[in-house]
């Protein structure tokens, strides 16, 4: 019901006199600056920072993790002063893959921000949607979910400088002039914590990113991965696809290689959940990590843990695959 009302508010708005906003182009060149880029970008139409990983129970058992946090500016505004007028919307997702569940656990919130019920700090990572949150202090990050199936109280060591992606944190994610991010990862991230009040440790990977454009208009969707590999070091890839499948873009380094495909018993959308990226073969942590976003994002996607093999079939280290646009076009 908010999310209607969120878009139905839109509609409205040029007939009661909102103005059109003009957002900021992304554009190469421009130095990051922490730690003030750590947080929120509100004259940009989009953000998100995103939080994935692999966790182990004190019994051993191997969980993955995801949350996300989104931040969108609304494209109308005026002048009212009242905390009510809509600006900014948040939205947030979170899911725990355990296969002895079998299926992808996942819940999800969207707010505005106004009243201290959501929002997004300028200087500094601290974002929250109702009891969700996401905050950066001196010893790290610190995240609280609880959804509706599982908790997650996790803490995350930053012991290393983020890794800007692309040209210095400039990401093309097409040709045109604004089809592009500023984007850093924060990789091999160390994670104690508490899944449902039970310990977990385990390794994660945080993506900040923020866009006024983002997709060409003939991409449909992306395949994306981020892999904590065993010898301390990382690798972020992706690929923009169009309608038919084709890469539309990608890095020139990246490649990407369909190997095993999974269909969703509930959308029908058929996933490539094993692909041979650059030299590593992934390999799903289960088949089954389809999130059904559409009360917030209004989409469907897979994302799910995997682990990230050498030609030989050894493990060379564990990550995430993010596929969107097989169930629909995604459109940002």
Partial sequence: MRR???????????????SQVKFPEVEPGRALRFPFDHGAHPDYRQE????????????????????????????????????????QILLAHAALSDPGYGRLKHDERAARAALGLAGSEVGNTEVWVDDWSLKLGADGYAARIRAR????????????????????????????????????????????????????????????????????????????????????????????????????????????????????????????VSMKVNQYTLRPLMD????????????????GAVRALRADGAQAGRGYLELTGYWRPMKL
């Fill in 48 to 87: 998100w920072w995103y939080v994935t990983g692999w966790l182990k129970t004190a019994r051993g058992e191997d969980l993955g993790f995801q949350i996300t946090f989104f931040r969108t500016k609304m494209p109308f505004e005026n002048e009212n002063p009242s905390h009510f007028t809509p600006r």
């Fill in 4 to 18: 209607r009302s969120f878009l139905a508010l839109g509609c409205l708005y040029p007939a009661f006199g909102f």
């Fill in 149 to 272: 199936d599982f908790t997650l109280e996790l803490h995350f060591d930053t012991n290393r400088a983020p890794m800007l992606q692309g040209d210095r944190g400039f990401s093309r994610k097409g040709n045109r002039r604004g089809e592009a991010s500023y984007y850093y990862s924060r990789p091999q991230l160390q994670v104690k914590g508490a899944v449902d009040g039970k310990p977990v440790t385990g390794t994660a990977w945080l993506d900040h990113e923020w866009s006024s454009q983002y997709m060409a208009a003939e991409a449909a969707g992306w395949d994306w991965c981020g892999l904590n590999l065993d010898d301390g070091s990382a690798l972020m890839a992706f690929r923009m696809r169009g309608a038919n499948g084709d890469t539309v873009f990608a890095p020139a380094d990246d490649s990407f290689q369909v190997l095993r495909t999974w269909r969703s018993p509930r959308t029908g959308a058929v996933y490539p």
């Fill in 288 to 303: 089954d990590q389809e999130l059904d976003a559409r009360a917030s994002t209004g989409t469907i996607y897979w994302e």
